[in-house]
Protein backbone atom coordinates (compact mmCIF):
# COMPACT_ATOMS: atom_id res chain seq x y z
CA UNK A 1 0.00 0.00 0.00
CA UNK A 2 2.93 2.45 0.90
CA UNK A 3 4.27 1.90 -2.72
CA UNK A 4 1.56 2.31 -4.47
CA UNK A 5 1.28 5.82 -2.63
CA UNK A 6 4.92 6.80 -3.43
CA UNK A 7 3.65 5.57 -7.07
CA UNK A 8 1.16 7.73 -7.42
CA UNK A 9 2.93 11.18 -5.79
CA UNK A 10 5.75 10.35 -7.83
CA UNK A 11 3.38 10.62 -10.47
CA UNK A 12 1.35 13.41 -9.73
CA UNK A 13 4.54 15.59 -9.22
CA UNK A 14 6.27 14.51 -12.75
CA UNK A 15 2.72 15.01 -14.75
CA UNK A 16 2.48 18.48 -13.05
CA UNK A 17 6.84 19.41 -14.29
CA UNK A 18 5.71 18.47 -18.10
CA UNK A 19 2.41 20.17 -17.31
CA UNK A 20 4.35 23.56 -16.88
CA UNK A 21 7.22 22.88 -19.54
CA UNK A 22 4.74 21.38 -22.75
CA UNK A 23 4.47 23.65 -25.82
CA UNK A 24 1.31 22.66 -26.92
CA UNK A 25 -1.48 22.84 -24.96
CA UNK A 26 -3.79 19.76 -25.35
CA UNK A 27 -0.74 17.94 -24.44
CA UNK A 28 -0.31 20.18 -21.14
CA UNK A 29 -4.10 19.75 -20.58
CA UNK A 30 -3.65 15.78 -21.01
CA UNK A 31 -1.08 15.52 -18.46
CA UNK A 32 -2.88 17.60 -16.10
CA UNK A 33 -5.70 15.17 -16.15
CA UNK A 34 -3.11 12.47 -15.54
CA UNK A 35 -1.79 14.41 -12.62
CA UNK A 36 -5.36 14.64 -10.91
CA UNK A 37 -6.33 11.03 -11.19
CA UNK A 38 -2.70 10.10 -9.51
CA UNK A 39 -3.44 12.95 -6.78
CA UNK A 40 -7.11 11.30 -6.73
CA UNK A 41 -5.23 7.54 -5.86
CA UNK A 42 -3.35 9.59 -2.95
CA UNK A 43 -6.55 10.46 -1.65
CA UNK A 44 -8.25 6.87 -1.79
CA UNK A 45 -5.18 5.19 0.21
CA UNK A 46 -5.03 7.90 3.07
CA UNK A 47 -8.68 7.21 3.30
CA UNK A 48 -10.99 9.81 1.82
CA UNK A 49 -12.96 7.80 -1.12
CA UNK A 50 -15.39 11.00 -1.21
CA UNK A 51 -12.80 13.65 -2.40
CA UNK A 52 -11.01 10.81 -4.73
CA UNK A 53 -14.25 10.35 -6.63
CA UNK A 54 -15.00 13.84 -6.37
CA UNK A 55 -11.50 14.71 -8.10
CA UNK A 56 -12.05 12.77 -10.77
CA UNK A 57 -15.80 13.81 -11.07
CA UNK A 58 -15.20 17.41 -10.93
CA UNK A 59 -11.75 18.15 -11.69
CA UNK A 60 -10.85 16.10 -14.28
CA UNK A 61 -14.10 15.32 -15.72
CA UNK A 62 -15.33 18.83 -15.29
CA UNK A 63 -12.77 21.43 -14.81
CA UNK A 64 -10.71 20.02 -17.64
CA UNK A 65 -13.11 19.71 -20.20
CA UNK A 66 -14.18 23.06 -19.81
CA UNK A 67 -10.27 23.58 -20.78
CA UNK A 68 -10.47 21.47 -23.83
CA UNK A 69 -14.06 23.11 -25.04
CA UNK A 70 -12.28 26.35 -24.66
CA UNK A 71 -8.90 25.72 -26.31
CA UNK A 72 -11.11 24.67 -29.03
CA UNK A 73 -13.22 27.65 -29.22
CA UNK A 74 -9.41 29.65 -29.76
CA UNK A 75 -8.77 27.17 -32.49
CA UNK A 76 -4.76 27.72 -31.98
CA UNK A 77 -3.02 26.36 -35.05
CA UNK A 78 0.96 25.06 -35.73
CA UNK A 79 2.13 28.68 -35.14
CA UNK A 80 1.02 29.12 -31.43
CA UNK A 81 2.70 26.09 -30.88
CA UNK A 82 6.10 27.42 -32.27
CA UNK A 83 5.82 30.62 -30.42
CA UNK A 84 5.69 28.80 -27.18
CA UNK A 85 8.80 27.13 -27.94
CA UNK A 86 10.59 29.87 -28.52
CA UNK A 87 9.20 31.40 -25.15
CA UNK A 88 10.26 28.27 -23.47
CA UNK A 89 13.63 28.76 -24.69
CA UNK A 90 14.74 32.29 -24.02
CA UNK A 91 16.61 32.27 -20.23
CA UNK A 92 13.55 34.19 -18.93
CA UNK A 93 12.59 31.19 -16.74
CA UNK A 94 15.73 29.92 -14.54
CA UNK A 95 15.99 32.77 -11.98
CA UNK A 96 12.17 32.67 -11.21
CA UNK A 97 12.72 28.72 -11.12
CA UNK A 98 15.34 29.08 -8.79
CA UNK A 99 14.22 31.17 -6.63
CA UNK A 100 10.71 29.10 -6.16
CA UNK A 101 12.97 26.59 -5.86
CA UNK A 102 14.96 28.07 -2.74
CA UNK A 103 11.34 28.67 -1.28
CA UNK A 104 10.84 25.06 -1.54
CA UNK A 105 13.59 23.72 0.41
CA UNK A 106 12.81 26.23 2.90
CA UNK A 107 8.87 24.55 3.47
CA UNK A 108 10.25 21.10 3.06
CA UNK A 109 13.12 21.74 5.96
CA UNK A 110 10.07 23.71 8.58
CA UNK A 111 8.19 20.12 7.50
CA UNK A 112 10.97 17.80 8.09
CA UNK A 113 12.45 19.60 11.41
CA UNK A 114 8.78 18.99 13.38
CA UNK A 115 7.60 15.38 14.17
CA UNK A 116 4.62 13.94 13.34
CA UNK A 117 2.80 10.76 13.70
CA UNK A 118 1.73 8.32 11.10
CA UNK A 119 -1.62 8.72 9.51
CA UNK A 120 -3.82 6.66 11.61
CA UNK A 121 -5.47 4.74 8.61
CA UNK A 122 -9.01 5.56 9.90
CA UNK A 123 -11.16 5.71 6.88
CA UNK A 124 -13.52 8.78 6.79
CA UNK A 125 -16.90 7.46 5.25
CA UNK A 126 -19.10 9.95 2.94
CA UNK A 127 -21.59 9.83 5.31
CA UNK A 128 -19.48 11.56 7.74
CA UNK A 129 -17.99 14.06 5.52
CA UNK A 130 -21.72 15.53 4.46
CA UNK A 131 -22.98 15.52 8.08
CA UNK A 132 -20.18 17.80 8.89
CA UNK A 133 -20.58 19.85 5.47
CA UNK A 134 -23.96 20.45 6.19
CA UNK A 135 -24.17 21.17 10.18
CA UNK A 136 -20.92 22.71 10.77
CA UNK A 137 -20.22 24.41 7.34
CA UNK A 138 -23.80 24.93 6.53
CA UNK A 139 -22.95 28.58 6.06
CA UNK A 140 -19.83 27.72 4.13
CA UNK A 141 -21.92 25.25 1.60
CA UNK A 142 -24.34 28.66 1.48
CA UNK A 143 -21.60 31.07 0.14
CA UNK A 144 -20.31 28.57 -1.81
CA UNK A 145 -23.41 28.36 -3.70
CA UNK A 146 -23.53 31.98 -3.85
CA UNK A 147 -19.51 32.50 -5.22
CA UNK A 148 -20.97 29.71 -8.28
CA UNK A 149 -24.09 31.91 -9.44
CA UNK A 150 -21.79 34.93 -9.37
CA UNK A 151 -19.14 32.85 -11.10
CA UNK A 152 -21.84 31.72 -13.78
CA UNK A 153 -23.08 35.12 -14.35
CA UNK A 154 -19.55 36.93 -14.61
CA UNK A 155 -18.77 33.98 -17.15
CA UNK A 156 -21.75 34.77 -19.65
CA UNK A 157 -21.66 38.27 -19.05
CA UNK A 158 -17.59 38.67 -19.89
CA UNK A 159 -17.63 36.21 -22.80
CA UNK A 160 -20.41 37.58 -24.63
CA UNK A 161 -19.56 38.66 -28.02
CA UNK A 162 -20.07 42.51 -28.47
CA UNK A 163 -22.71 43.10 -31.50
CA UNK A 164 -21.39 45.07 -34.14
CA UNK A 165 -24.27 46.70 -35.60
CA UNK A 166 -23.32 48.47 -39.40
CA UNK A 167 -25.04 50.71 -40.56
CA UNK A 168 -25.48 52.10 -44.26
CA UNK A 169 -22.97 54.44 -43.44
CA UNK A 170 -21.67 54.78 -39.81
CA UNK A 171 -20.81 51.97 -37.91
CA UNK A 172 -21.44 51.71 -34.56
CA UNK A 173 -20.72 49.01 -31.58
CA UNK A 174 -23.17 48.06 -28.97
CA UNK A 175 -23.43 45.58 -27.10
CA UNK A 176 -27.50 44.57 -27.22
CA UNK A 177 -29.97 46.76 -29.53
CA UNK B 1 -2.97 1.35 7.02
CA UNK B 2 -0.33 2.91 4.68
CA UNK B 3 2.98 3.86 7.20
CA UNK B 4 3.57 7.06 5.78
CA UNK B 5 3.67 10.62 7.90
CA UNK B 6 2.24 14.05 7.43
CA UNK B 7 5.61 15.10 6.93
CA UNK B 8 5.89 13.06 3.55
CA UNK B 9 2.07 14.65 2.08
CA UNK B 10 2.91 17.97 2.91
CA UNK B 11 6.25 17.52 1.48
CA UNK B 12 4.58 16.61 -2.04
CA UNK B 13 1.81 18.84 -2.06
CA UNK B 14 4.48 22.06 -1.61
CA UNK B 15 6.54 20.30 -4.35
CA UNK B 16 3.21 20.25 -6.86
CA UNK B 17 2.17 23.69 -5.59
CA UNK B 18 5.84 25.12 -6.21
CA UNK B 19 5.42 23.88 -10.10
CA UNK B 20 2.59 25.66 -10.02
CA UNK B 21 4.55 28.66 -9.08
CA UNK B 22 7.31 28.04 -11.68
CA UNK B 23 4.97 27.80 -14.11
CA UNK B 24 3.24 31.07 -13.30
CA UNK B 25 6.24 32.71 -13.38
CA UNK B 26 8.17 31.16 -16.68
CA UNK B 27 5.04 31.11 -19.01
CA UNK B 28 4.07 34.10 -21.29
CA UNK B 29 0.77 31.88 -22.57
CA UNK B 30 -2.12 33.36 -20.42
CA UNK B 31 -3.73 29.86 -20.50
CA UNK B 32 -0.87 27.72 -19.38
CA UNK B 33 -0.71 30.18 -16.34
CA UNK B 34 -4.51 29.59 -15.46
CA UNK B 35 -3.71 25.69 -15.60
CA UNK B 36 -0.41 26.68 -13.34
CA UNK B 37 -2.98 28.48 -11.12
CA UNK B 38 -4.87 25.08 -11.42
CA UNK B 39 -1.95 22.88 -10.21
CA UNK B 40 -1.32 25.55 -7.25
CA UNK B 41 -5.27 25.00 -6.28
CA UNK B 42 -5.01 21.19 -5.99
CA UNK B 43 -1.53 21.03 -4.21
CA UNK B 44 -3.36 23.42 -1.03
CA UNK B 45 -6.36 20.80 -1.49
CA UNK B 46 -4.06 17.49 -1.28
CA UNK B 47 -2.23 19.44 2.25
CA UNK B 48 -5.64 20.05 3.94
CA UNK B 49 -7.01 16.66 3.12
CA UNK B 50 -3.53 15.37 4.29
CA UNK B 51 -4.00 17.42 7.46
CA UNK B 52 -7.59 15.99 7.97
CA UNK B 53 -6.39 12.28 8.09
CA UNK B 54 -3.72 12.75 9.84
CA UNK B 55 -6.48 14.03 12.47
CA UNK B 56 -8.98 11.22 11.65
CA UNK B 57 -11.27 13.87 11.29
CA UNK B 58 -13.95 14.85 8.06
CA UNK B 59 -12.63 18.68 8.15
CA UNK B 60 -10.29 18.45 5.92
CA UNK B 61 -12.02 17.12 3.22
CA UNK B 62 -14.81 19.77 3.61
CA UNK B 63 -12.04 22.69 2.75
CA UNK B 64 -11.40 20.07 -0.13
CA UNK B 65 -14.75 20.64 -1.29
CA UNK B 66 -14.83 24.73 -1.16
CA UNK B 67 -11.63 24.64 -2.48
CA UNK B 68 -12.92 22.77 -5.77
CA UNK B 69 -16.06 25.15 -5.87
CA UNK B 70 -13.43 27.89 -5.80
CA UNK B 71 -11.54 26.73 -8.43
CA UNK B 72 -14.46 25.86 -10.59
CA UNK B 73 -15.85 29.59 -10.44
CA UNK B 74 -12.61 30.72 -10.76
CA UNK B 75 -12.15 28.93 -14.04
CA UNK B 76 -15.38 29.68 -15.85
CA UNK B 77 -14.46 33.33 -15.18
CA UNK B 78 -10.92 33.26 -16.41
CA UNK B 79 -11.85 31.56 -19.37
CA UNK B 80 -14.15 33.80 -20.38
CA UNK B 81 -11.70 36.51 -20.02
CA UNK B 82 -9.09 34.78 -22.34
CA UNK B 83 -11.93 34.22 -24.55
CA UNK B 84 -12.25 38.06 -24.37
CA UNK B 85 -8.29 38.37 -24.38
CA UNK B 86 -8.13 36.46 -27.19
CA UNK B 87 -10.88 38.62 -29.42
CA UNK B 88 -9.01 41.34 -28.80
CA UNK B 89 -5.60 41.12 -29.30
CA UNK B 90 -5.53 37.62 -31.29
CA UNK B 91 -2.62 36.45 -29.09
CA UNK B 92 -2.48 34.75 -25.64
CA UNK B 93 0.78 36.60 -24.50
CA UNK B 94 0.13 38.30 -21.47
CA UNK B 95 2.40 40.74 -22.41
CA UNK B 96 0.44 42.22 -25.31
CA UNK B 97 -2.18 43.61 -21.98
CA UNK B 98 0.53 44.96 -19.93
CA UNK B 99 -0.89 48.72 -20.14
CA UNK B 100 -3.97 50.14 -18.85
CA UNK B 101 -6.13 51.96 -20.88
CA UNK B 102 -7.57 54.68 -18.86
Known amino acids: MTILFYIAALIAIVASIMVVTRTNIIHALLYMVISLLATAVMFFLIGAPFIAAMEIIIYAGAIMVLFVFVVMMLNLGKQAVEQEKRWLSTEGWYFPSLLSFILLLEIGYLIVSGQTAPFNGRQIPPAEVGKELYSTYLIGVELAAILLMAGIIGAYHLARRKKYVVHRFLKTEGAEQ | ?102
Open chain 2, 1 to 102: MIAISLNTGLIIASIMFFTGLIGVMIRKNIMFMLISIEIMLNAAGLAFVFAGAQHGQADGQIMFLFILTTAAAEVAVGLALIIQFYQKFKTLNSDAANNMRG
